[in-house]
């Protein structure tokens, strides 16, 4: 057999098998048990980078199960879902799905949330840079206009609805956290806000008004609307104090008027 | 090794360059440690914004910078993915570097991608299809790149010439430039059973725009290119000949696994320049 596209289909269905000893010794210079012992390496190296990938992208997880389990854990969902892509920084994106679908994994119930976060957090760091908020800027929009405003959210932003306090246990799994390791499962939704000041993701546990808010002006609502919904949800939602906090953090970071 | 390149003007990579790795972003934002370039994976940098792409372009104001790319599976059968492309010709634009390479192996089939380095079958078919997909990648990025040779622990049994031969044919009918990556030179005469110093005479001496040298490790008779530990005795030999043969080319410390102090990676970069200056006397 020489035609390329033969010859690699058949070099890649050796890499996925899941035993190494699938057909492809003829491809290759050498004896049966020497071409198996270095096919297996290359199997190796595959399912050791795209390991490597999810670690990166899912240190809570990996924490929270442990360096044995998650490994395990790295080796099914590989199996199930192996990268499609060059930049390894973008594997993994299903694991949160596949949490919560794997029997082993699901005896943590909120794994799958906490993996949902860890996505958000990972992607985060490779988001665009935009400039910052320019309160100038806002100035020079006559007040009677501002409340049609469409407030613009840093690309790092993303809003997450859990049914566990998913923040809080990312935040007591940091390298650098020092409080009480405890968390309170109060047993009502929680939201994280996920953000990125300059280059460090940051997240926080956000109420329910604020996460309205942001996703009302995330998905190209005006000022006033947003503003509604938030205070359809808590009638005290104090807009002034959120926005300066939010441009404060990068939050937000710029707006546009009349549909720009 | 000059401790001062002029900021963002000195574009051109010569000398002995490091491999920068996010370990050591902090000494190269904090002070200018006395390397002549740097080389990244280009893949590490294929992001929108963010931590890396600030550092990249900071240690770019201050040094020539090299995109080595790792994923682009130049050898595939179904031919380059136009987003990997389009996402290395985003960085490309941004960053201006003074070199921009790929590897002679092909890594994704369809849509799967094994994200690793695999060897290619050297047959004639294989060469026109890698040549037609570097040419591709070349016209689209708009300037010349370069194609490292790779360390591999299988042979195809079908081929219709050498591994080195290979090269330099694709060289030539591309016109592109070869990385040749010495240590890969050597694990593969060991791995595969050649001379290596024969082989450097399968390349053109003009051929050659950059070298790479790193560490390997053996696993009972095999070696495995792990870029984990410093350049290996033999490898130096083998990098004196190559500098013989193809004079003062830019060479690169690579080092991607139980990643030193960055006065290591300078101490083997200062073994390369010494050894390139005395064989190119």
Redesign the interface.
């Known amino acids: 057999?020489?035609?390329?596209?033969a010859?690699?289909?058949r070099?890649?269905a050796g890499?996925?098998a899941p035993v190494p000893e699938t057909g492809t010794q003829?491809?290759?210079?050498?004896g049966t048990e020497q071409?198996r012992?270095?096919?297996g390496?290359?199997r190796g190296?595959?399912r050791a980078?795209?390991a490597k990938?999810l670690a990166a992208a899912y240190p809570v997880i990996e924490k929270i199960v442990g360096p044995e389990f998650f490994s395990g854990l790295a080796s099914e969902y590989q199996s199930r879902i192996?990268?499609?892509?060059?930049?390894?920084?973008e594997?993994g994106e299903a694991f949160a799905g596949f949490l919560a679908d794997f029997p082993p994994a699901r005896e943590i119930p909120y794994l799958a949330d906490v993996a949902r976060l860890e996505w958000r957090v990972h992607r985060a760091?490779?988001?665009?840079?935009p400039g910052r908020f320019d309160p100038a800027r806002l100035a020079l929009v006559p007040p009677e206009h501002q409340l049609q405003l469409r407030l613009r959210l840093h690309?790092?932003c993303h809003v997450l609805q859990c049914a566990y306090p998913v923040a809080r246990i990312w935040e007591i799994h940091q390298d650098a956290f020092s409080g009480e390791f405890a968390v309170e499962f109060s047993g009502r939704p929680t939201n994280a806000l996920v953000y990125?000041p300059r280059?460090?993701v940051e997240v926080a546990q956000i109420s329910d008004a604020e996460a309205v808010f942001l996703r009302a002006a995330s998905d190209g609502q005006t000022l006033d609307a947003a503003l509604a919904a938030a205070q359809l949800s808590d009638a005290t939602f104090n807009l002034g104090r959120m926005l300066s906090e939010w441009v404060q953090s990068s939050v937000i970071v710029d707006f546009g008027l009349n549909g720009e | 090794m000059s401790l001062l390149s002029s900021p963002d003007g000195n574009a051109e990579a010569r000398g002995v360059g490091i491999g920068l790795r996010a370990c050591h972003y902090g000494k190269f934002l904090g002070s200018h440690p006395p390397t002549d370039w740097v080389e990244v994976h280009s893949?590490?940098y294929?992001?929108?914004?963010?931590?890396?792409?600030?550092v990249l372009e900071h240690v770019r104001s201050q040094y020539p910078v090299s995109l080595h790319g790792?994923?682009?599976?130049l050898g595939?059968?179904?031919g380059v993915?136009a987003a990997?492309l389009a996402?290395l010709k985003r960085l490309a634009d941004r960053i201006e570097p003074a070199l921009v390479s790929e590897h002679l192996c092909?890594?994704?089939?369809?849509?799967?991608?094994?994200?690793?380095l695999?060897p290619?079958?050297y047959?004639r078919?294989?060469l026109a299809?890698i040549v037609s997909h570097v040419t591709q990648v070349q016209e689209t990025l708009q300037r010349r790149i370069l194609i490292e040779n790779v360390s591999s622990?299988?042979?195809?049994?079908?081929h219709d010439m050498s591994e080195f031969y290979f090269l330099a044919e694709l060289a030539k009918r591309s016109g592109c430039g070869i990385l040749l990556d010495v240590n890969n030179v050597f694990v593969n005469s060991v791995n595969?059973g050649f001379d290596p110093g024969q082989a450097l005479l399968e390349i053109p001496t003009q051929a050659v725009d950059e070298i790479h040298l790193a560490g390997h490790s053996a696993?009972g008779e095999?070696l495995?290119d792990d870029h984990g530990s410093r350049v290996a005795p033999q490898v130096w030999n083998l990098y004196e000949t190559a500098c013989r043969r193809f004079g003062p080319v830019p060479t690169l410390i690579e080092w991607d696994t139980s990643i030193p102090p960055l006065d290591i990676l300078l101490d083997e970069a200062a073994m390369a320049a010494r050894i390139s200056q005395a064989a190119c006397a």
Not at chain 2, 70 to 73: E, F, G, W
């Open positions: 057999m020489r035609d390329l596209a010859l690699q289909a070099f890649a890499l996925d003829d491809l290759f210079v050498g071409v012992q270095r096919l390496i290359y190296n595959a980078n795209a990938a192996p990268s499609v892509n060059g930049d390894l920084n594997y760091h490779y988001a665009a840079d690309p790092a990125r280059f460090r | 893949e590490n294929f992001g929108d914004g963010g931590y890396d792409l600030h790792v994923a682009l599976s595939s059968a179904d993915r990997h996402k092909w890594g994704a089939l369809g849509p799967r991608h094994f994200n690793d695999l290619l079958p047959t078919e294989a299809q622990y299988l042979q195809f049994r079908a595969h696993a095999l495995i």
